[in-house]
């Protein structure tokens, strides 16, 4: 590390969440500027759906006979006028089954599966190395997406952007969660994982309003030139400025079953809570990646006239922002109280004081269409960073990582993937009512399963249940410890004690440190980690 962070320590942990997060940003700018260049990218590539599109903005809308997006052929569009002026044109409209896969499956595809590799490899290396190796590539990517002649060339960079960008979470996480105490968990992960909805808002003014100064003559490349550009910067300060921090588990040290055999990776995912947890996040991200996908083009789709780009910006950054610091706030105040539970029960009161007015969003015209996306986004970004939170507590250290894998290897097939559908239900319902359909409307079962979720979570577990637990453990079928009991926080004590000892390279059990070591049947004496447990996780040594 260099020497000049060694004596700002005291403010180390902030700078990594701020590096972390910036990286997260830019590598979701990448992900996301495509929702918003899309036209201009189109019209240079050759790919996705015509419409007939307004070309003018000397008429208001509410003034013109008939309405561009009204006309379904080329020679009728043509022919529209207005006092003897043409406001039509027909072209590309960034649209279409080729934007649709190019936006979610080609992405997604390479995300999750090398999402699941990062993350058992997160569990083993080094993870400040590796996620500057992930921001390289992802950079890079993004640089020579502003470069493509051919559509396949995009999606094949895409598919390079998303291998790097896979890594971002799951080690980013782990590092975080070894330097932070548990007090401040869930804000922690709710800032970072804002980074998605950073990225996000970011791309409105910078696709909008980069593409259209056309600077150097290069449209909307510059964006992605730009962008790129920055990420390989923000690798560069994470290599050389950031430490690989000790490894240290959640609460208390690895568990193992009743048989003596550490806790599983899919002894883990099986769990009815964590599949639940699963289904829940899934439909709610797919809510999310249909605004995040079609908002731009939906809102440029019903009011041409109107330059939302700021307005757009301001939401997603400003209220959305909020939102996740006040959820995050708001999670860890009342998980000391109610336990793990509490948490899924934010997420599933949130998420349905967000449907209705997300379903506003895209009903209203501009001025209440904002209005309600503010209140919306309020309270519906409150969800990302309170699920990691329940994620890393309820999973023991050895296979965090890789949990958090394959949570997100489940998460985004399934809620990046739905989207596709939105194309093909347009067609029948037309556009706005398809994304009624799966941008609010999966808000709303996203609550329910939430709340669903909230019974199969303990809540804070009372002193003589944690002793009964750990009193005859040996006495209790593996499979049974994990099936018949709820899964709980804090204390991870789902799960039984392990690793009180390590193996060493030549085969032989190395002791832990005496801080590691804990109280079970097997004579370790537990006052000596009992206050670390007390206070939350103990101070990482930067």
Known sequence: ??????????????????????????????????????????????????????????????????????????????????????????????????????????????????????????????????????????????????????YWQLVLLRMVMAAGESGCNPLATGIMSDIFPEDKRALVMAIFNWGIYGGYGIAFPVGRYITKANFWNLGWRVCYLGAGVLAVIVAALTGTTLREPERKSIGEVDRQTASGKPISLWQVIKNPAMIMLMIAASIRHCGGMTFAYNADLYYNTYFPDVDLGWWLFGVTIGIGSVGVVVGGIVSDKIVAKMGIRSRAFVLAVSQLIATLPAFGSVYFDPLWAMITLGLSYFFAEMWFGIVFAIVVEIVPLRVRSSTIGVFLFVMNNIGGNLPILVDPVAKVLGYRGSIMIFYAGFYGISSILFFITCFLLEGKPEPARQESSVESPSKIHPEAVLNARHMHGHDNSVFSVDESTLPAANGRPTQLPQHLQMSSGNGYNKSQTTPARQNGAESSRL
Not at 68 to 73: E, I, M, Q, R
Not at 94 to 104: F, K, N, S, T, V
Not at 118 to 141: H, Q
């Open 1 to 150: 590390m260099i020497p000049i962070l060694e004596k700002m320590s005291g403010f180390y942990n902030s700078y990594v969440l701020g590096i972390l997060t910036v990286g997260y940003i830019l590598g979701e700018l990448g992900h996301y500027l495509i929702g918003v260049t899309s036209k201009q990218t189109a019209i240079e590539l050759d790919y996705g759906d015509h419409a007939c599109q307004q070309n003018s903005s000397l008429f208001n809308r509410h003034e013109l006979p008939t309405q561009c997006s009204a006309v379904g052929n080329e020679s009728t569009c043509h022919a529209l006028d207005f006092n003897g002026t043409g406001y039509c044109e027909w072209n590309y409209n960034g649209l279409g089954i080729d934007y649709q896969i190019l936006a979610g499956p080609t992405f997604i595809l390479i995300f999750t599966i090398a999402g699941v590799f990062m993350g058992f490899a997160a569990d083993k290396y080094n993870r400040v190395k590796m996620l500057t190796a992930c921001t390289v590539v992802f950079g890079i990517a993004i640089i020579l997406q502003g470069t493509v002649k051919e």
